[in-house]
């Protein structure tokens, strides 16, 4: 059973910084892609960042610059450093991962920005 589960969320104002992690364990020690997605309440999950295999990370438009993702194999991690963070930020961030043609989710992380 492959399990991810995400830390690091919060309330931060305007303009600060929160950094994501994402564990995942189970029988899949590596999955090709990995990423972060968020939903506000009452819209659709969207894409926030992806890391396909050893490749660089991609974004979507509104947190390029501001957002960078990373990943650890060996520690079976992946991270979203946010920085300037903006209200429109808010969110709950959950953690993807797919192999194999197999998705996988995290639960979620509370994401505020506000004063």
């Known amino acids: 059973q492959v399990q991810l589960v995400e830390s690091g969320g919060g309330l931060v104002q305007p303009g600060g910084s929160l950094r994501l992690s994402c564990q995942h364990s189970?029988?899949?020690?590596?999955?090709?892609?990995m990423g972060w997605y968020r939903q506000a309440p009452g819209t659709q999950r969207e894409l926030v960042a992806t890391?396909?295999?050893?490749?660089?990370?991609e974004y979507a438009d509104l947190v390029k610059g501001r957002f960078t993702i990373s990943r650890d194999n060996h520690m079976r991690t992946v991270s979203l450093q946010m920085n300037s963070l903006k209200p429109e930020d808010t969110s709950v961030y959950y953690c993807?991962?797919?192999?194999?043609?197999?998705?996988?989710w995290g639960q979620g992380t509370q994401v505020a920005v506000d004063y």
């Open positions: 993807y991962g797919k192999q194999d043609g197999v998705g996988y």
């Open positions: 189970g029988s899949i020690f590596n999955m090709y892609v």
């Open positions: 890391l396909k295999g050893g490749g660089r990370g």
